[in-house]
């Protein structure tokens, strides 16, 4: 062998080695285009970051997927149905229909899909259904019929083909459980003069509706419906609009309701009962229906007072006038979310429409008319123009979470309602977008397709990101703009469907119409920034050099999400390799960012910032200066400064904190704290923001405060840092308190401004929880003086949420049992839910327990309640591992009957983790997730990442965080 191929064994290894880290940077390096190439495909096209997750079936089969094919369209439903509200021979309660739908064929095919789900059809020849066709047209002979149960789908096979273009009459008839199951056509049960009553009622939102009747149940399928109800004498029936004519026998009323306008199925409502109804002599024809005692209390007066300004100024806003000729508010005892936008007949539970004035807090008040704000606002935004596929959720529901503030606003002009959107929507929104399991606003419609994907949809993301990035549109086009582009897009799109780029090319049109606005880009370009990428920028300013620029914000910025784009796992090596590579060549990605703001001693101004990073000359300021950016909170980001900035911001909030807007002395804390928790500054630099909160008697920043503050208390209240923090608080608490105390000679009565009432609450429950001298006696003694006298509550309402958990936590079993015997009579549903979260505040462990247990029978709790009362239970720090423990062990039960519902189920998870900050208790949650893969997670999936991603990033934050809030704390305390 020539020695010329002599290689040493050492430069071998090494070249070895060296392929081998090329081999692995080649990969990493491709991995990450990809997923880069699919981020930049994302902004600019239509896509989305996370793919299509693979179907794992193989059939192709068209009742094999989850979206209806487009052979067939529906024009109108005639349905009779007939609810029985006493129980059958076999102890159930039922409902019986029978129903028709004609529809035209629209591609030749020889199948009919609709859905159809827990209804027993009746057969006719064999077959679930009758085929006929309309003028002239034989229709094919049916060959049979079937149900693909997982996709809810009557599956009819023809023997010969539909023709394009032909109208077809399809029949069934069916009976259907009337369940307690909250969901579809149910029913809901009270009590009333010693007496259970019953109703029936329906929530066809998302995919209920063919719980009730089968039909092609998706939003994009409109079409007319005419309804008919068979009912008790005693009873009345309403639907979406009024009944055209009744009929009666000796023993039953048959109830005709005319063709409604053209509708989506999720829309659909009836309701069968015994209620009563107040109205107004409008032109609107509204009416507020509920229990008859709760309508005689003159509960139902205030809703009745605000539902119809709040429609003419919708009418007003939208430049369209309301599209029904009534409109129906009823509260129900028995219903899963806050309230439900069906059109004509819209549902509430009865805290979000019942306000009784002598027991129910302004809070309270406040609830409603936003709840019927937001509820109106569908009427046209989602009722009269529907968003085609559930993948734009967050349109519908971002875009009435946005307005429901301005409708809200219109009724009560003095409640400060606009400036609320920073705590209700943009903060909350934050709190879950600053995490990588996150995910973007907008879907694709294939990754959208499972009843619990649907129900997924229903998240803070959509709701108040979706609410915070619109507000954010309609203040950088204008009000005027963005309200003349959205008349036009509804008035194009009137009784049909359409997708969140029809809005966006009718806003650009009124831009492109209005000389005084200039943008830098599109619309579409600009948006499709906010909507196809998650997350949220933090603008960083330089004051000291005029320098602005923008970085994705994260919380814990090396936490990774298992990422469904590649499947292959790579070795631990590799996949640090590949982490520090995506740092090191910076690829996180950029927002066009409108960015409002102020210097100390100069009006507002407002620029772009279009790249990573730009001078802005102007927002170079002189020492005794400073910059404020994201001026009344109007954009969707948060703000770091250079220190000397942050330095000057802080001496101005001490010394004449009201030069700051309100909004922005919010903003300043909630921006502070967060930006501290991902270690971008000093965690002291962030409670030093609060020192100033001795001269601040502002509803909206108290509250940002209390917010971050809370989370300090979850994350100490086990530990050393306790102690100090109640008493640095106490400290800063302690001027409100008394502030209060003067103005309410002696608490006696309350503020007479709405949110300084709001005020006056944190005033009481601070000064209690950290000790302040005077309170916990005062609350106590309100309570003793209830407990003597039970029929005589003095507490006043604002209050006596606060006071009831004050009492029962610092009392034993007979405080409890008077709370829950309060609980078990009130009448007023608001009153309820106050002594339901009170009872929760109990130290005493089988009480607890017991509570827990409660949640399970409904006899206790009602079930729309069940997880509400569990998340109550888990807030309180003896609560929390048995609330844990209880949900573990029943987690079959739950996943059973909530698990693929919306809300209730991700704020399940959400809750009972909440307070989740130690390694053991990380690793129960990773456990609790491999324990339960099988059953899976259901519409909670994303609730559970969050909780791992959440609970990780508190663990690292404490090992470095604790020691210097101690010493802070310490340092302030008195
Ligand atoms: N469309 C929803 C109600 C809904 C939510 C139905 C989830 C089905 C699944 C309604 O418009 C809504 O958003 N209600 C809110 C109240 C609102 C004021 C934010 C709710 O129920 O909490
Ligand atoms: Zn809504």
Redesign the pocket.
């Known amino acids: 062998m020539g020695k010329g191929y002599y290689i040493s064994k050492h430069l071998a290894t090494a070249a070895m080695v060296l392929a081998a880290i090329a081999l692995v940077t080649i990969i990493a390096l491709s991995v990450v285009y990809n997923r880069e190439k699919s981020k930049n495909a994302a902004k600019f096209t239509n896509a989305t970051t996370s793919p299509v997750p693979p179907t794992p079936k193989t059939s192709n089969e068209p009742w094999d997927k989850y979206r209806l094919p487009d052979t067939l369209s529906p024009e109108y439903y005639n349905v009779t149905l007939w609810p029985r509200l006493v129980k059958n021979v076999n102890g159930m309660y039922i409902f019986t229909g029978i129903s028709g739908v004609m529809f035209t064929c629209v591609k030749k095919t020889d199948l009919i899909l609709i859905h159809s789900n827990k209804l027993n059809l009746t057969l006719f020849k064999g077959h679930h259904a009758k085929l006929t066709g309309q003028s002239g047209v034989t229709a094919p002979a049916i060959k049979t019929t079937w149900f693909q149960t997982e996709k809810q789908y009557l599956v009819i096979q023809l023997e010969g083909k539909l023709k394009p273009g032909k109208s077809y009459w399809l029949y069934t008839e069916f009976t259907g459980e009337l369940a307690d199951d909250l969901e579809g056509f149910y029913r809901s049960e009270y009590m009333e003069d010693g007496e259970k009553k019953i109703i029936a009622i329906t929530q066809m939102?998302?995919t209920y509706a063919r719980k009730a009747f089968p039909c092609f149940d998706e939003p994009g399928m409109k079409a007319v419906f005419h309804i008919t109800l068979i009912h008790d004498l005693e009873t009345t029936a309403l639907s979406n609009i009024m009944g055209l004519e009744q009929h009666e026998n000796d023993i039953l009323t048959r109830t005709i309701f005319g063709p409604t306008k053209k509708m989506s199925t999720y829309l659909v409502a009836f309701v069968v009962s015994d209620f009563k109804y107040i109205s107004a002599k409008d032109k609107k024809g509204v009416r507020i229906w509920a229990r008859k005692k709760a309508i005689e209390d003159g509960q139902g007066d205030y809703a009745l007072k605000i539902t119809q300004p709040i429609l003419e100024f919708f009418e007003k806003y939208y430049n369209t006038s309301y599209p029904l000729s009534k409109s129906d508010q009823i509260a129900l005892p028995d219903f899963n979310?806050?309230?439900?936008?069906n059109w004509g007949l819209v549902t509430y539970r009865e805290t979000a429409l019942l306000y009784d004035p002598r027991t129910s807090a302004n809070g309270n008040k406040q609830r409603i008319a936003?709840?019927v704000s937001?509820?109106l606002a569908?009427m046209w935004f989602g009722n009269l123009v529907t968003l085609k596929w559930w993948n734009d959720l967050w349109l519908n529901?971002g875009f009435?979470?946005y307005v429901?503030y301005l409708g809200a606003d219109y009724a009560e002009p003095n409640w400060n309602m606009k400036d609320q959107t920073i705590l209700y929507d943009l903060q909350r929104a934050f709190a879950v977008d600053s995490l990588t399991s996150s995910h973007p606003l907008s879907r694709k419609k294939e990754e959208v397709n499972t009843p619990s994907e649907i129900s997924e949809m229903?998240s803070t993301i959509s709701?108040s990101k979706g609410a915070a990035v619109l507000k954010m549109l309609s203040e950088f086009l204008t009000e005027p703009v963005f309200a003349k582009g959205l008349g036009n897009y509804l008035k194009q799109f009137a009784f049909g469907s359409s997708v969140h780029s029809d809005l966006w090319d009718h806003l650009q049109k009124a831009v492109d119409q209005t000389p005084g606005v200039k943008l830098p880009y599109s619309v579409h370009e600009i948006m499709n920034r906010w909507i196809l990428q998650m997350g949220f920028p933090v603008i960083t300013i330089d004051t000291r050099t005029g320098n602005v620029s923008q970085k994705h914000f994260l919380l814990e910025p090396d936490y990774v999400v298992k990422h469904h784009h590649c499947n292959i796992t790579f070795p631990d090596p590799l996949k640090t390799l590949l982490i520090s590579l995506t740092a090191v060549l910076n690829l996180s990605y950029e927002w066009f960012v409108p960015i409002k703001w102020m210097k100390k001693h100069q009006v507002q101004d407002q620029l772009w910032l279009l790249q990573k990073s730009a001078l802005h000359k102007p927002m170079k300021v002189s020492k005794d200066e400073w910059v404020l950016a994201n001026l009344h909170v109007s954009g969707y980001f948060r703000v770091n400064y250079d220190l000397g900035n942050w330095e000057r911001l802080l001496s101005q909030l001490e010394s004449d904190h009201q030069v700051i807007p309100v909004v922005n002395r919010a903003q300043i804390l909630d921006d502070a704290f967060n930006l501290a928790r991902a270690s971008i500054i000093n965690i002291t630099l962030a409670l030093r923001t609060t020192k100033y909160l001795l001269h601040e008697r502002e509803y909206i920043p108290w509250e940002a405060a209390l917010r971050n503050l809370n989370y300090f208390f979850q994350l100490f209240d086990r530990s050393e840092v306790y102690g100090a923090m109640q008493a640095y608080l106490k400290k800063q608490v302690k001027p409100l308190f008394e502030y209060f105390g003067i103005i309410s000679s002696n608490w006696t009565t309350v503020a007479s401004g709405h949110t300084d009432q709001f005020t006056q609450i944190i005033a009481l429950s601070l000064a209690c929880s950290t000790g302040v001298e005077g309170c916990r006696e005062l609350t106590r003694s309100w309570f003793k003086k209830w407990m003597q006298n039970p029929h005589n509550n003095t507490i006043h309402p604002n209050l006596r949420s606060t006071v009831y958990c004050d009492a029962i936590a610092a009392g034993g079993t007979e405080e409890w049992n008077f709370g829950w015997q309060m609980f078990q009579k009130a009448t007023v549903a608001a009153e309820a839910v106050k002594l339901r979260s009170a009872l929760a505040c109990t130290k005493v462990p089988w009480l607890l327990n017991r509570y827990l247990e409660y949640t399970m029978n409904p006899e206790k709790i009602r079930k729309q309640d069940a997880t509400s009362t569990i998340g109550y239970i888990a807030s309180n720090i003896i609560g929390q591992p048995l609330a844990w423990d209880f949900v573990r062990a029943n987690w079959d039960y739950f996943f059973k009957l909530y698990g693929t519902g919306?809300?209730t189920f991700s704020r399940l998870i959400s809750d009972v983790t909440y307070r989740f900050c130690t390694p053991f208790e990380l690793s129960q949650l990773k456990r609790f997730q491999k324990d339960n893969a099988e059953t899976g997670f259901g519409s909670g999936t994303q609730a559970l990442q969050q909780a791992i991603e959440k609970t990780t990033a508190k663990i690292k934050w404490l090992a470095e965080n604790k020691e210097p809030v101690l010493q802070w704390f310490l340092s302030e305390s008195p």
């Open positions: 939102q998302a979310s806050g309230a439900m936008e936003t709840v937001h509820e569908h529901e009435a979470s429901e229903f709701y919306s809300f």
